[in-house]
């Protein structure tokens, strides 16, 4: 076919001139050449990662200058601005009227599709990438596998802030829940599973955090005592409360990306009541292979773990959790399992893995789950990082504790595989700024310590602050030297974000205090 157009005169021309042409070149390679002088160290500390495509390749190397403070500084003032001229948030967080923000996938909850949405086939779909599975199936599997194993389940759903106060939305109504809530809970309890409802808890989230106030907090672990107690009457453990005030930005504000911005929105002050045995003053165990066991995300750590705010320098823990009021209602010690962010699978995993290693069952399983995990449709789902994966448990308890290799362990070993980490977009927008991963290694030498496996399951670090670790960067195929501790029971290890694809319950779990490549 002949173009119709073809012999038509163009007539729009646009010319420029021999300077403008000239400052334009000089502009651009002034930019190629700053952007290598002032990101260089940068881009050395970092390997890209381990990849298997052209693609993937490019797709890291552009992470990375994208990471480069250049570029990073340069967002944050933008987004600095566009906070304090037009109130205007980014992908995690809302800004409400007079100061209070709320956590994205949270209002999603509310006016999103819900999690029973089937989002359709899409080209656009990450290969590789899992089916996505609903929700209700999973807690179902779980309960049934507990049951048959003679072990309670108590469900505490944990309303979002924007089911509770949506005022701070300019909301006209009070109360925003999802239309599928009451759905869901009857559902939830007519599978047979006892679930603590926690909607009264109004106007208990703290302005500018993700996560309730410590009266709020109280209240709920007086309710979930109140269903747990033994009917003969509370344990045997006296416990004592010690009041602090405590002050710290809330993590919402955190999300926003911006260090400045702390003058805008003022910092969270709240009164901490701290539990101790009342005996020696001590805080609590979390770990007692105790007849109840705690799993939960950050609602559970919050006012515990240090790295979610309210800690003071050099404090390893808080003390004034959620866990710690379950315990001083109830008067007795808990095992607790908490994950930032592993609310809906990580944990259930970790207590798969805890059970398979102690030498008496439990009675019950309080599992304290966000709403937010289980509201939302897929897509805000796979952003926020909430995955539902069936877990399947160990079917009995071990009538003897098994070895275990203690104390510091240097071993040499190959990377076998890694934990997807993520790309730079996912971690920026994850709710959480630091996370862990698990490796495994194989072709093992012992170079300290005794360790007689042929592979090892590893976490490392993957991010702090939302910057990649030099950890992150380690290479299937390449040897390491690796200086090890069994997974730690507390501290910032335990609760970070983790990032595991092989969960592997014949191995033990450690962690990797160093990670030095041999040449």
């Known amino acids: 076919m002949k173009n119709p157009y073809q012999d038509s005169p163009v007539i729009d021309t646009f010319e420029v001139s021999h300077g403008v042409a000239l400052t334009g070149i000089l502009t651009f390679l002034l930019f190629l050449v700053l952007i290598p002088l002032t990101g260089v160290k940068e881009l050395a500390v970092r390997d890209s990662p381990d990849t298997q495509s052209l693609r993937e390749q490019l797709r890291a190397l552009e992470t990375q200058f994208s990471e480069m403070s250049i570029f990073s500084r340069g967002r944050e003032k933008d987004q600095a601005l566009l906070v304090r001229w037009f109130r205007e948030g980014n992908q995690q967080v809302l800004i409400g009227k007079e100061g209070w923000l709320y956590y994205r996938p949270g209002v999603e909850t509310v006016v999103g599709k819900g999690s029973r949405y089937i989002e359709p086939p899409s080209v656009a779909r990450a290969p590789g990438r899992k089916p996505w599975q609903s929700p209700l199936p999973v807690i179902q599997d779980f ?11 108590v469900l505490v759903l944990v309303p979002t802030k924007a089911m ?7 909301a006209k109504r009070k109360g925003a829940l999802p239309f599928e809530y009451d759905r869901t809970f009857q559902e939830l309890q007519s599978m047979g599973i006892e679930c603590v409802d926690l909607r009264s808890l109004e106007g208990q989230w703290m302005k500018q955090d993700t996560h309730w106030t410590p009266g709020a907090m109280k209240e709920a672990a007086r309710r979930v005592a109140e269903v747990i107690s033994a009917p003969g009457g509370p344990g045997k453990f006296a416990f004592s409360l010690v009041g602090e005030e405590r002050i710290a930005k809330g993590d919402l504000v955190g999300m926003l990306g911006e260090s400045n911005l702390e003058k805008q929105f003022g910092p969270e002050r709240v009164l901490l009541e701290r539990v101790v045995s009342a005996g020696d003053g001590e805080m609590l165990s979390q770990k007692s292979d105790s007849d109840v066991v705690l799993l939960g995300d950050s609602f559970v750590n919050i006012f515990d773990d240090v790295s979610l705010g309210f800690g003071e320098k050099g404090e390893k823990r808080i003390g004034a959790g959620f866990a710690s009021h379950l315990a001083f209602a109830t008067k007795q010690k808990l095992t607790v399992l908490a994950s930032n962010g592993g609310g809906a699978t990580t944990v259930r995993k970790r207590f798969a893995e805890e059970r398979s290693k102690r030498t008496t069952a439990p009675k019950t399983v309080v599992w304290v789950l966000s709403a937010r995990d289980l509201f939302l449709p897929e897509l805000p789902a796979r952003r926020a990082g909430i995955e539902w994966e069936f877990v399947k448990l160990p079917e009995a308890t071990r009538s003897i504790e098994p070895k275990r290799e203690s104390g510091e362990l240097i071993l040499t070993a190959t990377l076998q595989e890694k ?16 996370a862990i991963y698990s490796a495994i290694f194989s072709e093992i030498s012992v170079e300290r310590g005794s360790y007689e496996r042929e592979e090892a399951w590893v976490f490392l670090w993957a991010a702090k602050k939302r910057k990649l670790m030099e950890t992150a960067s380690l290479k299937a195929g390449h040897r390491y030297r690796l200086r090890l501790i069994r997974f730690p029971e507390e501290g910032a290890e335990s609760t970070a974000t983790q990032l595991d694809d092989f969960f592997r319950l014949d191995l033990n779990r450690y962690f990797a205090l160093e990670a030095e490549p041999m040449e």
């Open 419 to 434: 934990s997807r980490i993520g790309e730079g977009a996912e971690r920026k927008s994850a709710a959480y700024d630091s």
């Open 164 to 170: 509770i106060y949506p005022e701070g939305l300019a």
């Open 143 to 153: 309960a049934e596998q507990l049951e048959a194993r003679g072990v309670r389940l």
